[in-house]
């Protein structure tokens, strides 16, 4: 599993993270839990999240970064994404499938115009893939694109103090809680309402919301894929492409586009109503 993440863990993370995940099965094992049905799977989706989230903490630009292309090579039909021997492959949409990729030697100086341009994100790659002329592992377009557009980590600092900079204990507290509150009332919606807005639940710049509900504590990897009633590593498989669009969540409940729609708007009157209702001390 952690071969996913080569380039991107150099050997003292990736023993980090084999530890993390160590103790973490030696503790539900030992808890006797009976939700483990394949223990291959269970440890691969925990170490797959172990490394994601130790490479979120440590490279939070650059994990913005490439979940940003994610989306664009998902959403975009010009562009590709699929899985292939080495790695997470790219491309044009016509190279799709193909397992061979090359790699990449383009700076800034001889990057055009239309490459360097990060606000079209979508234009920008395909530049980039025509001028390379073969599929790129996404580590590698990560890694010229980032160079391109000049992405860098600000200075190493602890998450959990960036994250609450500057703010009142209290608000802190009550921020916690509000998500707790939040998470709970989104499992007792139906589990098509809950398709229909967790796949597709978005923060401000467009990336997976759900993985700070993950993030701050209010619910763990395993409570998403239970409320989302699916194995631990199908959601695996499917947590980087996340949020998707209407019709790829219409495709997986064999509904159609409107339908999807309808139910996430249902789930957000629901929650809009449970949660004013409980600021107002209703019960």
Not at 6 to 15: M, S
Not at 89 to 109: F, N, Y
Not at 127 to 135: D, H, S
């Amino acid at each position: 599993m952690l071969r996913r993440f080569q380039g991107q863990l150099n050997e003292h993370d990736a023993d980090d993270v084999t530890s993390t995940v160590v103790l973490r099965v030696i503790r539900r094992v030992g808890e006797g839990s009976a939700d483990i049905v394949s223990l291959d799977d269970f440890v691969a989706t925990l170490t797959y999240n172990a490394a994601y989230d130790f490479l979120r903490r440590r490279y939070p630009e650059k994990t913005r970064h490439k979940n940003r292309l994610r989306y664009v090579l998902l959403h975009d039909d010009r562009l590709a994404m699929w899985n292939g021997p080495a790695g997470t492959m790219t491309g044009l949409a016509q190279w799709h499938g193909a397992s061979d990729a090359s790699s990449i030697d383009l700076s800034r100086d001889d990057a055009t115009n239309r490459m360097l341009d990060r606000s079209a994100t979508a234009e920008a790659l395909l530049a980039i893939f025509e001028w390379n002329g073969q599929p790129l592992l996404l580590n590698d377009l990560a890694r010229v694109t980032a160079d391109l557009w000049l992405i860098a980590e600000a200075e190493t600092v602890d998450v959990s103090a960036a994250v609450d900079a500057g703010r009142d204990p209290t608000e802190q507290i009550e921020q916690r809680q509000y998500l707790e509150s939040l998470w709970r009332e989104i499992r007792e919606l139906r589990v098509s309402q809950r398709w229909a807005l967790m796949l597709n639940l978005r923060d401000s710049d467009g990336l997976n919301a759900l993985s700070l509900l993950v993030f701050v504590g209010a619910a763990t990897f395993d409570e998403v894929a239970e409320a989302l009633e699916m194995k631990p590593p199908r959601l695996a498989e499917l947590w980087p492409q996340l949020p998707i669009s209407d019709l790829a969540i219409a495709e997986l409940l064999g509904v159609n586009r409107q339908q999807v729609i309808n139910l996430r708007r249902s789930a957000r009157e629901r929650l809009s109503r449970r949660m004013n209702a409980k600021s107002l001390g209703w019960q």
